[in-house]
């Protein structure tokens, strides 16, 4: 095959400027869009081989005995990587940061993320490994008959040195590591498809078409080098190609079982196992789901890393406003497999083309999540232990109030809250808690009149927890209410026929007849744990108040209420399930609630603050802090249905959505705004978004 030699932008360091030259495919076969590949002539030529043990690479008798291969994804898998701290954050902030090419590289783009410190370098990184996994990898090791791969979706230029830096500290001997040679590779539109009725495929007319449409956007712009087309590499697709390699190389091999975190690429490699077994690569296909604890790295060694991304984002927008190239980064070699029956299997479809985009400028600025009662750090390590059900420790010196009672029923009262019924039993050990414990009243910043309901921001409130609910076993809370001055008493009376009901030494209730039966008054002895700011625990409301009254006046005190905007349940997230989908804010869709007074009489009072939550996220220069997002003019689902009946096809709902989704990705791709003067792109687009789905098999059928 012959080459020519083209230069493209890469990024080697947190700078915008390194270029390296690689060879380029002249093939006109419909892959050979890339015009940067390369093409092996053997395993080790691939470019996502980064390092390969000798025994392999010289092809020795020993891989003849090579039955079985392990794949071993590396983040948040084999090494806990560290991801933008949502303490830390704004989550729209993380969203932008995390995407790729949208502030300065990303942050997977970027070599600070994988630099944890002279530190965790010195320890070998330890506490940052998955060490059950690591047991795994060594018994892979040791297997002969195995293969062991790390394979990552690292950017090659970016982390390699690094990436086997760290392997090689913790002494793990990999026989391959592999890892993703591109982010995005430069694309050239071929010249036949200027032609809009050249070809004859569904995927030739597509192709025409975006063409066309990409060709009419360009022809509109004032600068060249917008012409600039990338595809986007995405990580699954060059997993599944590498993977093809070697299970081509090495034919002995039989069963593969792969390691990973992310719940797509593993529905995606099962269904690419059940390809390998029908075409009789594979006799057995394993995918394992691995779900372990983030971990973020020190807080100032963060922010210093995403000022220096953002630093980097606003002078490649200041370039880019005087007229300077565009960025883009992570270019590299895109992989060309060697192998014929490759061709065919569709393995980089779907087809993502990305056209550099003006960066706009990124400000960073405090952000209010929400306004709420707040909690300090003697209250949250109680509920810490609680939302992760793990063995209480001593209280200790904090049961001074407390002397009379014994340790056991204090620990059992204070530092464990029952789980839902619905939950016990389950090993909720490893399920994610908030950043902190809080109560929501309202998002955002609290408006003067909501702010003067709740008491003012810095007035104190006492939170009593009522009770316990769960959501679709996968999240629970803790239902609060306010106390009002009338709850503040260490006796509560209540109106009962007959029985006198106290409270015995053990916590549980104690029931007499006093009386005729009718119409007694009866007392229940209700005890009270409350835990101040500061950790210190006190069993009545009057201890409570006298130490609290002898460090400041009582007549400069504020006391708040708590009170929902919104109407919604008052509560506190305590543990989700976020590997099943669970995110914090799911728990406002709990509405079924266990009291958690029926198998106890203690009333469990939090002291907290009214405050407002603030994290840093950004202001977008172009947009502005609130901009509007604009109204669509075009209906793209009308004229989707209407092509679908021009087609004599009936279009499932689920498929329908799929189609219009992706219109709209290729909308923000071309920067085609939804107005009613592109209703002619809009509809092109739909045509042949609509056609490729048909193509592939959609669940669609004909009219009969």
Same mark, same amino acid.
């Given at each position: 095959?012959?080459?020519?030699?083209?230069?493209?932008?890469?990024?080697?360091?947190?700078?915008?400027?390194?270029?390296?030259?690689?060879?380029?495919?002249?093939?006109?076969?419909?892959?050979?869009?890339?015009?940067?590949?390369?093409?092996?002539?053997?395993?080790?030529?691939?470019?996502?081989?980064?390092?390969?043990?000798?025994?392999?690479?010289?092809?020795?008798?020993?891989?003849?005995?090579?039955?079985?291969?392990?794949?071993?994804?590396?983040?948040?898998?084999?090494?806990?990587?560290?991801?933008?701290?949502?303490?830390?954050?704004?989550?729209?902030?993380?969203?932008?940061?995390?995407?790729?090419?949208?502030?300065?590289?990303?942050?997977?783009?970027?070599?600070?993320?994988?630099?944890?410190?002279?530190?965790?370098?010195?320890?070998?990184?330890?506490?940052?490994?998955?060490?059950?996994?690591?047991?795994?990898?060594?018994?892979?090791?040791?297997?002969?008959?195995?293969?062991?791969?790390?394979?990552?979706?690292?950017?090659?230029?970016?982390?390699?040195?690094?990436?086997?830096?760290?392997?090689?500290?913790?002494?793990?001997?990999?026989?391959?590591?592999?890892?993703?040679?591109?982010?995005?590779?430069?694309?050239?539109?071929?010249?036949?498809?200027?032609?809009?009725?050249?070809?004859?495929?569904?995927?030739?007319?597509?192709?025409?078409?975006?063409?066309?449409?990409?060709?009419?956007?360009?022809?509109?712009?004032?600068?060249?080098?917008?012409?600039?087309?990338?595809?986007?590499?995405?990580?699954?697709?060059?997993?599944?190609?590498?993977?093809?390699?070697?299970?081509?190389?090495?034919?002995?091999?039989?069963?593969?079982?792969?390691?990973?975190?992310?719940?797509?690429?593993?529905?995606?490699?099962?269904?690419?196992?059940?390809?390998?077994?029908?075409?009789?690569?594979?006799?057995?296909?394993?995918?394992?789901?691995?779900?372990?604890?983030?971990?973020?790295?020190?807080?100032?060694?963060?922010?210093?890393?995403?000022?220096?991304?953002?630093?980097?984002?606003?002078?490649?927008?200041?370039?880019?406003?005087?007229?300077?190239?565009?960025?883009?980064?992570?270019?590299?070699?895109?992989?060309?497999?060697?192998?014929?029956?490759?061709?065919?299997?569709?393995?980089?479809?779907?087809?993502?083309?990305?056209?550099?985009?003006?960066?706009?400028?990124?400000?960073? $600025? /405090?952000?209010?999540?929400? =306004?709420?009662?707040?909690?300090? +750090?003697?209250? !949250? #390590? @109680?509920?810490?232990?609680?939302?992760?059900?793990?063995?209480?420790?001593?209280?200790?010196?904090?049961?001074?109030?407390?002397?009379?009672?014994?340790?056991?029923?204090?620990?059992?009262?204070?530092?464990?809250?029952?789980?839902?019924?619905?939950?016990?039993?389950?090993?909720?050990?490893?399920?994610?808690?908030?950043?902190?414990?809080?109560?929501?009243?309202?998002?955002?910043?609290?408006?003067?009149?909501?702010?003067?309901?709740?008491?003012?921001?810095?007035?104190?409130?006492?939170?009593?927890?009522?009770?316990?609910?769960?959501?679709?076993?996968?999240?629970?809370?803790?239902?609060?209410?306010?106390?009002?001055?009338?709850?503040?008493?260490?006796?509560?009376?209540?109106? $009962? /026929?007959?029985?006198?009901? =106290?409270?015995?030494?053990?916590? +549980?209730?104690? !029931? #007499? @007849?006093?009386?005729?039966?009718?119409?007694?008054?009866?007392?229940?002895?209700?005890?009270?744990?409350?835990?101040?700011?500061?950790?210190?625990?006190?069993?009545?409301?009057?201890?409570?108040?006298?130490?609290?009254?002898?460090?400041?006046?009582?007549?400069?005190?504020?006391?708040?209420?708590?009170?929902?905007?919104?109407?919604?349940?008052?509560?506190?997230?305590?543990?989700?399930?976020?590997?099943?989908?669970?995110?914090?804010?799911?728990?406002?869709?709990?509405?079924?609630?266990?009291?958690?007074?029926?198998?106890?009489?203690?009333?469990?009072?939090?002291?907290?603050?009214?405050?407002?939550?603030?994290?840093?996220?950004?202001?977008?220069?172009?947009?502005?802090?609130?901009?509007?997002?604009?109204?669509?003019?075009?209906?793209?689902?009308?004229?989707?249905?209407?092509?679908?009946?021009?087609?004599?096809?009936?279009?499932?709902?689920?498929?329908?959505?799929?189609?219009?989704?992706?219109?709209?990705?290729?909308?923000?791709?071309?920067?085609?705004?939804?107005?009613?003067?592109?209703?002619?792109?809009?509809?092109?687009?739909?045509?042949?978004?609509?056609?490729?789905?048909?193509?592939?098999?959609?669940?669609?059928?004909?009219?009969?």
């Amino acid at each position: 095959m012959q080459s020519t030699q083209t230069t493209i932008q890469s990024v080697t360091s947190n700078t915008f400027t390194p270029s390296v030259t690689i060879a380029a495919s002249s093939n006109n076969s419909s892959n050979d869009l890339i015009t940067t590949t390369t093409t092996s002539s053997s395993l080790f030529d691939h470019p996502c081989v980064v390092f390969a043990k000798d025994w392999l690479r010289h092809g020795r008798p020993e891989t003849t005995r090579l039955t079985k291969v392990h794949v071993f994804d590396f983040d948040q898998t084999l090494f806990r990587s560290s991801l933008p701290n949502p303490a830390l954050w704004d989550a729209s902030f993380i969203g932008h940061l995390i995407s790729w090419n949208t502030c300065g590289p990303g942050w997977w783009q970027h070599p600070g993320t994988l630099d944890l410190g002279p530190e965790a370098e010195a320890s070998s990184y330890d506490g940052w490994w998955n060490e059950e996994l690591i047991v795994e990898v060594e018994k892979s090791i040791k297997d002969e008959e195995c293969l062991t791969i790390l394979l990552t979706g690292r950017n090659t230029l970016i982390y390699k040195e690094r990436l086997i830096q760290i392997v090689q500290s913790k002494r793990l001997e990999f026989d391959l590591i592999a890892m993703k040679p591109c982010t995005a590779a430069r694309l050239e539109p071929r010249q036949d498809f200027k032609n809009s009725n050249a070809g004859s495929s569904r995927n030739d007319n597509r192709n025409n078409k975006c063409t066309n449409i990409m060709n009419h956007k360009i022809g509109k712009r004032k600068h060249a080098k917008t012409s600039e087309v990338y595809l986007k590499v995405h990580t699954f697709n060059v997993k599944q190609e590498f993977l093809y390699n070697v299970l081509y190389e090495y034919p002995t091999i039989q069963h593969m079982r792969i390691w990973d975190d992310r719940a797509g690429q593993i529905q995606k490699f099962r269904v690419a196992g059940q390809q390998w077994q029908r075409k009789g690569l594979l006799k057995e296909v394993e995918v394992i789901e691995v779900n372990i604890s983030h971990r973020y790295m020190d807080p100032e060694w963060e922010k210093k890393l995403v000022y220096t991304m953002v630093d980097a984002h606003n002078q490649q927008a200041d370039i880019e406003a005087k007229g300077g190239a565009f960025w883009v980064s992570g270019v590299g070699i895109m992989p060309k497999s060697r192998f014929q029956e490759l061709e065919d299997e569709g393995i980089w479809n779907p087809i993502e083309t990305y056209i550099p985009q003006k960066r706009a400028h990124i400000t960073i $600025e /405090s952000v209010v999540q929400y =306004t709420g009662v707040q909690f300090e +750090e003697g209250i !949250q #390590s @109680i509920l810490k232990r609680s939302a992760l059900q793990t063995p209480r420790e001593p209280l200790e010196e904090k049961m001074n109030e407390l002397k009379n009672q014994s340790e056991s029923e204090i620990k059992k009262s204070v530092a464990w809250i029952p789980l839902p019924k619905a939950l016990q039993g389950q090993d909720t050990s490893r399920w994610d808690i908030p950043t902190e414990f809080h109560v929501t009243l309202c998002l955002g910043a609290a408006v003067p009149e909501f702010q003067e309901v709740i008491g003012g921001l810095g007035a104190t409130v006492l939170v009593e927890i009522e009770a316990v609910g769960e959501l679709e076993g996968k999240l629970w809370a803790l239902k609060v209410r306010g106390l009002e001055d009338r709850d503040m008493t260490d006796q509560t009376e209540m109106t $009962e /026929s007959t029985a006198e009901i =106290t409270a015995t030494e053990d916590g +549980e209730r104690k !029931q #007499s @007849i006093t009386g005729d039966g009718t119409n007694m008054k009866a007392t229940m002895a209700t005890k009270v744990t409350i835990i101040a700011p500061n950790g210190e625990i006190y069993s009545t409301f009057k201890s409570f108040f006298s130490a609290l009254y002898s460090t400041m006046d009582p007549s400069t005190m504020r006391y708040g209420r708590v009170v929902s905007r919104k109407g919604t349940t008052p509560h506190i997230t305590m543990a989700m399930d976020r590997f099943r989908g669970m995110r914090p804010s799911m728990s406002n869709k709990v509405t079924e609630w266990e009291s958690i007074h029926p198998t106890s009489t203690r009333r469990i009072i939090l002291v907290g603050t009214i405050a407002q939550k603030r994290l840093l996220g950004i202001k977008l220069q172009r947009l502005g802090h609130l901009a509007a997002v604009p109204r669509p003019e075009v209906s793209i689902a009308e004229i989707v249905k209407v092509h679908a009946v021009e087609k004599s096809i009936d279009l499932p709902g689920r498929d329908l959505g799929q189609i219009i989704k992706q219109v709209q990705h290729e909308m923000v791709r071309l920067s085609i705004e939804n107005k009613t003067v592109n209703i002619g792109l809009i509809t092109a687009l739909v045509h042949s978004t609509f056609d490729m789905a048909l193509g592939n098999n959609i669940s669609a059928t004909a009219k009969k």
